[in-house]
Nanobody, 115 residues
Framework: QVQLVESGGGLVQAGGSLRLSCTTFGIIFGIDTMGWYRQAPGQQRELVAAITSGGTTNYADSVKGRFTISRDNARSTVYLQMNSLKPEDTAVYYC?????????WGKGTLVTVSS
């Protein structure tokens, strides 16, 4: 059974930093795309950043220059380094794994940025 376990969320002041981690279980990192999505109250879930197994990255315009996605294939883990956080970054952040055989989600981790 594939599981994605996120960690690293919390409360931070505007301008601060957090690093989110997502470790996958039950699947071997191979040809895939890992991503971070977020959903704020009353909003649709949106893509924040994604990284392919080849290392190609993609970011939402709203986080470019502030967030960095990376992955450690040996640890089956993807990270999201979030700097210069803003109150509008407040949301539940979800880890996503997309492979040829399926699309998997973590349960989410809450990030709250106070002004």
């Amino acid at each position: 059974q594939v599981q994605l376990v996120e960690s690293g969320g919390g409360l931070v002041q505007a301008g601060g930093s957090l690093r989110l981690s997502c470790t996958t279980f039950g699947i071997i990192f191979g040809i895939d795309t890992m991503g971070w999505y977020r959903q704020a109250p009353g909003q649709q879930r949106e893509l924040v950043a994604a990284i392919t197994s080849g290392g190609t990255t993609n970011y939402a315009d709203s986080v470019k220059g502030r967030f960095t996605i990376s992955r450690d294939n040996a640890r089956s883990t993807v990270y999201l380094q979030m700097n210069s956080l803003k109150p509008e970054d407040t949301a539940v952040y979800y880890c996503n794994l997309r492979v040829a055989t399926g699309n998997y989600w973590g349960k989410g981790t809450l990030v709250t940025v106070s002004s």
